[in-house]
C-alpha cells in the first residue's frame, strides 16, 4: 500500500510537470514516464488485491473471545444450569415420532427421497396444523414480549453469511451454494437479519433492537449419518423462529439471560422436560463468546435432543458486518454556562460496535418430535400442548385414521 501511495504521488507530480511549457521531447518523455508509473501500480494494485482477500480469509478463521465461566473442553463437560421436569413413565411400549408419524399419516419420507433425497420430508395432514400452531404460538408469546417480527429471504450472499461467522465455502460446510452465483441459501435467520442492519449507524435510543424472524433454514448436515439423525432429527430444510438482539456492549450479558429464560418458558408453557446446558468452548462455534443450550427429552428415541440454542456474539459480527451506534452526547445544561460565555464546543462520542445476541425460538422438526413422543398415548394417539389447541382449530388429539 505504501509502495502504491508512493508511485500514485509520483503520477500526481508527473502529471503536474505536463501543464507547464514543455518541449516535444521533455513532453514525450514524461508521457512514457507517466505510462510507466501506471502499469507500475496496476500491477501492485492486483497483488494488494491478492494480499488483501488472503488476508481476509486467515483474519476469518479466528474465532470470538470465550467468557471467562465458559467450561474448558469438549461437548462432554457441558455445565447443567437448569432441569426442568422429569421423564414420564411409560405404562406401554414407546414409539419414536417416525413410527408415530408414519402411523398417524404425519409424514411422508419415500416421497420426499424420490422428489428431493434423503433427510427432506413431507408434513401431512395435523403435522401441517402442528408446524402453523407452534410458529403462530410462539410469535403471539414475543409479540408479547415486545419483539418485532421479520420474515427473512432464503438466499442471501455469500459474504453476508461470511462476515456472520460462517464458512460457505470451506470443507465440510453446512452452507448451500448456488452453483454460478454469489448466493447461498441460509442455514439460520440471523444471516439474513445481520445482513440487513449491515453498515448501519444506530441511535442508542433506539437499542436494544429486538427481532424474531420467521425463516426456512437449510444445512447440507455434511457428514450426518446412523440412528441419531432419524426422521425428523436432523433435515436439510425446516421452518424456524429466531430471535436475535442488538445491544450495547454493557447490555448483551443481562440479554443473553433473557433470551434463555424466554425459551425456558416458552418450553416449560409446552410441558416438555429439559435440561439447559453451558456449552463448552469446543462447541461455541467461531462467533459465539458464550452459548446456552436447551436439550429436551426425546422417549422414543431414548436420549436428550437439541431444541434451541442462544449466543451472544459480543462484537464479533458488528464488527465484520460494520453495524455501530453513536452514545449519547452529554447535555450542557444553560444553568452550568456564566452569562454572555462563549459557547461551549461539545464533540461528539466516538462511534461504537454493537453486541449482537442469537436465540432459537422455536425449530419446527424438533419441537414436533418432543410433542409427539412425549405425549404419545397408548392407542396410537397424540395429545395436543394445551397452549397449542387455540392455534390448532381447537383440536387437542391427533388420533389414528380409520381404514
Not at 453446512?174 to 449507524?201: K, N, R, W
Request: hydrophobic share 40%.
Amino acid at each position: 500500500m505504501q509502495e502504491i501511495d508512493k508511485l500514485r504521488a509520483e503520477r500526481n507530480a508527473v502529471a503536474s510537470a505536463m501543464k507547464g511549457k514543455l518541449d516535444l521531447a521533455r513532453r514525450e518523455e514524461l508521457i512514457e514516464q507517466g505510462k510507466q508509473l501506471k502499469e507500475q501500480v496496476a500491477e501492485l494494485e492486483g497483488k494488494l488485491a491478492v494480499l488483501s482477500e488472503r488476508l481476509q480469509q486467515e483474519g476469518q478463521r479466528i474465532p470470538n473471545m470465550t467468557h471467562p465461566s465458559v467450561p474448558i473442553g469438549s461437548e462432554d463437560v457441558a455445565s447443567i444450569r437448569k432441569e426442568v421436569g422429569r421423564q414420564r413413565e411409560f405404562t406401554f411400549p414407546v414409539k419414536d415420532h417416525v413410527e408415530l408419524g408414519l402411523a398417524l399419516d404425519l409424514f411422508d419420507f419415500e416421497a420426499a427421497s424420490e422428489v428431493s433425497g434423503t433427510k427432506f420430508y413431507y408434513l401431512k395432514n395435523e403435522a401441517v396444523l402442528l408446524e402453523l400452531a407452534l410458529i403462530n404460538w410462539t410469535l403471539s408469546q414475543l409479540l408479547s414480549k415486545g419483539f418485532v417480527p421479520l420474515s427473512t429471504p432464503d438466499l442471501v450472499r455469500s459474504t453476508v453469511v461470511e462476515k456472520c461467522g460462517f464458512q460457505p465455502r470451506g470443507q465440510n460446510t453446512q452452507v448451500y451454494s448456488v452453483e454460478g452465483t454469489d448466493l447461498c441459501l441460509a442455514g439460520t435467520a440471523e444471516i439474513p437479519v445481520g445482513g440487513m442492519y449491515m453498515d448501519s449507524m444506530l441511535p442508542e435510543a433506539s437499542l436494544p433492537l429486538k427481532l424474531v424472524a420467521f425463516s426456512h433454514c437449510f444445512r447440507t448436515e455434511a457428514g450426518a449419518a446412523g440412528a441419531a439423525t432419524r426422521g425428523l432429527y436432523r433435515v436439510h430444510q425446516f421452518s424456524k423462529l429466531e430471535m436475535f438482539v442488538i445491544s450495547r456492549p454493557e447490555d448483551s450479558d443481562i440479554l443473553h439471560e433473557e433470551l434463555i429464560s424466554i425459551e425456558e418458558e416458552l418450553y416449560t408453557s409446552l410441558g416438555l422436560h429439559y435440561k439447559t446446558l453451558d456449552m463448552s468452548s469446543e462447541d461455541l462455534g467461531a462467533p459465539a463468546y458464550r452459548k446456552f443450550d436447551i436439550e429436551a427429552w426425546m422417549p422414543g428415541l431414548c436420549r436428550y435432543g437439541e431444541i434451541s440454542s442462544a449466543s451472544n456474539c459480543t462484537d464479533y459480527q458488528s464488527r465484520r458486518l460494520n453495524i455501530r451506534y453513536r452514545p449519547a452526547t452529554p447535555a450542557v445544561a444553560a444553568a452550568q454556562q456564566p452569562p454572555k460565555s462563549k459557547k461551549v464546543k461539545t464533540t461528539l462520542p466516538p462511534l461504537q460496535f454493537v453486541h449482537t445476541l442469537n436465540a432459537t425460538a422455536c425449530a419446527v422438526p424438533r419441537m414436533i418430535i418432543a410433542i409427539l413422543e412425549n405425549n404419545q398415548q397408548e392407542d396410537g394417539s397424540v395429545v395436543i400442548p394445551d397452549v397449542l389447541r387455540p392455534f390448532m382449530g381447537g383440536l387437542g388429539l391427533i388420533k389414528p385414521k380409520s381404514r
